[in-house]
C-alpha cells in the first residue's frame, strides 16, 4: 500500500485534517474527541505556568487564565520577522505554526494507525513565497514532509469534484469562517486552477451571528420580566449554549424554541424563558452582518475584470455558509452554490484528495498544476519593479531578460529578486539579493547582463545572472524565502521532538499511576472485604506494606512508580493463586478450577486485577485463554 | 486429398512433439507457476484488505456508537439539570418535593449505567484537559488557578470528558 499523506487545513482560528481511506476522504478526529463542537483543531498554542505546552482545545479551554503565554491566530504571521516572546523563550510563527501540525500528526496517526510522514498543506490564495515558504518549514519542523502547498479555494473546488468537469470554469470560493471572510475567483481550465482575485473581510463571521441571537434572547427575556441574565454567568452560558443549537436547528425547520427553565429567581419566585425563534426572525437579526459581505464579492469581480454572469460555479467554505440565510444571499448575489460536501470539511476534504492524487490512492481528469501565486521580478533603476515570471505562470518555468547598467564604469551590480504585484519594488516583498561583480569598466547601458529565472516543480527559484561579454556568472537559489537556515529548521524540530518526547513521558507516568492506584483500589477491596477472612495475617502484612510502598511512590516518576506496582501484584498473586488453591471448588466448576491450577503460573496480572472478585467469573477468562493457547 | 497432405505434416509435428512438449511443458508450468504466485499474492492481498476493512469497521461502529450515545446523553443530562433546577426551587417555596427527588434518583441511575459523571469543580485547579475557562476574578486568598465558580456542568464517561465545565477561575492580583 503507498504511505498515505495526510491534507492540512491550516486555518486562522481552526484547523482540520483529512485522509483518503476507501477511496472517500475522511476527517481526522482531535484526541480530545468528536463531541467538541465545530471543528477539530482549534489553532491555538500555550504554555501552562509550569512550561508544559497545550495545543488545539486544551489551549483553547485555557486561554483566558492564561492570556500572555496563549498565542492565537499564528497564521497571521507567517512569513514575517515577528517572534513571539513566551517565558523568556523566543519562537517564530513557523514554530508556532508546527506544534499545531504536530498535533494534526499525533492524531493522524492515533486515528489511522499508520505513521505520517508527508502532509499537504493549504494556505490562502493571497499568501506571498515567504508565507507559503514559511507554512513549507514549519511542516518540517513538525517532522512531517509537506509534498505540497496548495490553495485553499483550490481544494474547496477539488473537494466538490470541479476538476472533474471538462470545460472552462470561471469559480467564486465564498469562504466565511469564524471570524473571516475571504472571496476568491478563479479560472479553471487546461488542468490549472488560476486565481483571478482576492478580496476579503478579515472582521467578519460567523461569532459576530451568534453573539446577535443571544443578545436578542437575552433582550426578549429582559422585555418580559426584567431581569438582565447577561450579569448572570450561568444563565448567560445557558442561553448561549440554546442559541447555538437554535441557530443549527433553524437550517433544517422554520420555526424552534429556546426554552430554559428557571434560568432565574427573583421575589416572585422562579423564572422560565421561552422564546420563540423562526427562520425569518432569525434573518432579520443577522441580515445586516449578512450584507457586509457584498462589498468583498462586488471587489473581487471587479478586480477580476469579469461581470457576475461570467462565474460559472460557487463554492461555499466555512460553518456559517450551512445557513440557508447566506447560501440564500450567495445565491440572490451571484447564484446557487454548489452542495454535497460539507462546507466545514471542504478544505481539509481537498486537501485530502490532493494527497490522495499524489499518492496514487485517488485518480483525477487532470494534473493540478502548481503556479507561481505572484509575479516574481527584479529591482530595476529608481527602485521599479521589472517583471521577469508573471504570476500565475506554470511551474516549472524559465525566462531571462536582459539588462545592462545604469552607471558609467559600473563594475558590479545587485540583483534584489522581489515578489509581488506592485510596481515599486519597497512595496513588494524581496525574498533576497546577490551581486555580479568583476565587469569590465564601460559606458553604461553597454555591458549586457542576463538576468534567468528558473522555478522547478518544488518551487525552488534559481535566479542566475550573468554578463553576456565575459561570461562570468552569479546566482541565489531561493527555497529557504523564509531566510531560515537548515539549520534552525533543525533545530526547531528537535525541540518540537522534544515536546511530543515529554507529552508521550508524562502520559506514560499518568498511565502507571491510574494503574497504581485502580490496583491499590482493587487490592484494598480484596484484603478488607471479598477475602477478609481467607488471607493469613503474615500475608496480609505483605500486602499492606507493598501497598504503603506504592501509595508512597506514587507522588514520585513514573520509574518509581514501576518496581512498587510490580512488587504489590506479584504479592498478590502469590496469595490468590495461594487461595484458590486451597479452595473446594463450587458445584460443576471442577473443570475450570483444574485449569486455573494450571495456568496459575502464568496467568496474566491483568485479569487477576479486573476480576478478583468472582470465582467463576474469574475462570472464564482463564479457559479462553487455554484455548487460544492450545 | 486434404487430409492426406495433412498427414505428412501432422507426422513431421508428431516427430518433433516429445522435445516441444517437454519444451512447452515447462513454458506452461512456468507461465502456471506465475499466474498461481500473482493469484496467491492477490489472495493474501485480498485477505489482508478484508481484516484491515474489518479491523476498520468494528472501530467504525464502537466509536458512532458510543458517539451517538453520548450525544443522546448529553441530551439528557440538559433534562436532568432541569429537574434538580426544579427541586432546588421548589425546596424555596417549600413544597412537597419526595417524588420528583425520586425522579432525580432514577435520571441519576440512569446516567450511572452508562458510565457519565460529572467532573468535579468544587475547589478545584483549573486543569483544561476537564474545564473551559469562561472568565477569571481577581482573588489573592486563592490560589492561582482555583476554580471559584461552575458555569456549565462538564462529563466524562470511561475517563473521556464528553462535555468539559465551563469554570470561572481565580487569578492574583500582581499589583498588590
Sequence with gaps: MAEKIIGIDLGTSNSAAAVIQGGKPTLIPAAEGTTVAGKAFPSIVAFSKDGDLLVGEPARRQAVTNPDNTIREAKRKMGTEFMYKIQGKEYKPQQISAFILQKIKRDAEAFTGDTINKAVITVPAYFNDNQRQATKDAGTIAGLEVVRIINEPTAASLAFGLDKNKEDMKILVFDLGGGTLDVTIMEMGGGVFEVMSTSGDTQLGGVDMDQAIKDYVIDEFRKKEGIDLSSNAQAAERVRESSEKAKIELSTVMETEINLPFIAQDSSGAKNLEVKLTRAKLDDLIHSIVQRCKPSIEKAIEDAKISISDITKIVLVGGPTRMPIVRKFVSDTVKSAESGVDPMEAVAFGAAVQAGIIAGDVTSDIVLLDVTPLTLGIETLGGVREPIIERNTTIPTSKDKTFTTAADSQTAVTINVVQGERPMVVDNVSLGSFNLTEIPPAPRGVPQINVKFDIDANGIINVTAKDLGTGKDAKITIESASKMSEADVEKMKTDAEKFAEEDKKKKEQVDVKNEAESFIYTTEKLVNQDLKDKIPQEQGIKITDAIKDLKESLTQGSEQIKPKLEALKAIVNEVTTELYKNATPPPGAEQQSNQEQDNSSDQPTDEQKSNPEDNEEKAEPNSDQKSENS | ?176
Design chain 2, 1 to 176: 486429398m486434404t487430409e492426406e497432405t495433412n498427414q505428412p505434416e501432422a507426422t513431421a509435428e508428431e516427430t518433433n512433439q516429445p522435445e516441444a512438449t517437454a519444451e512447452e511443458e515447462t513454458k506452461v508450468t512456468e507461465s502456471e507457476r506465475v499466474k498461481l504466485s500473482i493469484c496467491e499474492d492477490q489472495l493474501l492481498r485480498a485477505k489482508a484488505d478484508y481484516q484491515n476493512l474489518e479491523r476498520i469497521s468494528k472501530i467504525e461502529i464502537s466509536q458512532k456508537v458510543t458517539l451517538k450515545t453520548n450525544q443522546l446523553m448529553l441530551g439528557f443530562v440538559g433534562i436532568y439539570e432541569d429537574f434538580i433546577r426544579a427541586k432546588s426551587a421548589l425546596e424555596n417555596e417549600s413544597a412537597n418535593i419526595e417524588g420528583l427527588e425520586g425522579i432525580i434518583k432514577n435520571m441519576k441511575s440512569l446516567l450511572d449505567e452508562n458510565h457519565i459523571e460529572p467532573i468535579e469543580t468544587k475547589g478545584k485547579i483549573f486543569d483544561p484537559k476537564f474545564h473551559d475557562a469562561v472568565s477569571t476574578v481577581e482573588d489573592n486568598s486563592l490560589e492561582e488557578g482555583t476554580i471559584t465558580q461552575e458555569v456549565a456542568k462538564g462529563y466524562i464517561s470511561f475517563q473521556e470528558v464528553i462535555k468539559p465545565s465551563k469554570v470561572i477561575v481565580s487569578k492574583k492580583n500582581e499589583k498588590e
